[in-house]
């Protein structure tokens, strides 16, 4: 249970941190 919430909170982060990268980038142009 505790390696499968572990991930769960990874893949939370991973596509925060890619959505603000995003988000950053479309402001560049």
């Known amino acids: 249970m505790k390696e499968q919430k572990w991930i769960h ?3 939370i982060t991973e596509s925060l941190l890619n959505g ?7 402001m560049k142009i």
């Open 9 to 11: 909170e990874g893949l």
């Open 20 to 26: 603000m990268f995003r988000f950053v980038w479309i």
